[in-house]
Structures are given as C-alpha cells and as structure tokens.
C-alpha cells in the first residue's frame, strides 16, 4: 500500500515553569497501618517546617502511639519538620472527621 506523506506537528514552546515556594502544610492520615513509621519518615522529609500530620485511627489508642512509634524505630520528637496530632475515632464514619 503506499506511504501517506509526512505531515509536520508544529510543537511550540512549552509553558513556564512555575516553582511555587513550600509552605506549612497540614496532613490528615486516616487508620494506622503497619508502615505508617516509614509515611511519617517520608512526610516529615519533604514536609516544610512547622507543619502538622493529623493521625485520626480507633485501631490504636492515643495515649499508646508515640511508644509505639518509638519501638519501631521513629523517636518523633526527632522529626525536625513535622507535629504530629493525634485523635482517636472511626475514620469510616463522615461525621467524625468534619
């Protein structure tokens, strides 16, 4: 069958880059997974100082987090950027987390 003639795509320029500065953030993380040490390692590295991660989860007590963090290896009063907040509560239910 023959070749269709080569058409030419004009592609332009591409749109300018906008770098907005970071800023304080605030993060809300609903249940407590078995990994959530390595989620706040992560968020607290690119995360700007003085934000705050907001832990809404019923699987484990408040009082009890910061230990348990602790025995896995985060000491969150290492985290030089981020706060951690906690509450306590069924995260399925819409009405608690308004």
């Known amino acids: 069958p023959p070749r269709e003639p080569q058409q030419h795509v004009e ?3 591409p749109p ?3 770098i907005s500065p970071p800023r304080v953030e605030r993060a809300l993380v609903c249940g407590w997974r078995r990994d959530i040490r390595d989620i706040l390692l992560l968020l607290d590295s690119v995360m700007k100082e003085g934000s705050e991660v ?13 230990m348990q963090l602790l025995e896995e290896g985060l000491d ?4 030089s950027n981020i706060t951690l907040v906690h ?3 069924n ?3 819409r009405k608690r987390l308004e």
């Open 76 to 79: 969150v009063r290492s985290m």
């Open 16 to 18: 300018q880059l906008e």
């Open 54 to 66: 907001h832990i809404m989860s019923h699987c484990v007590p408040i009082e009890s987090r910061d």
């Open 91 to 93: 995260t399925s239910v």
């Open 11 to 13: 592609v332009g320029t």
């Open 87 to 89: 509450y306590g509560g």
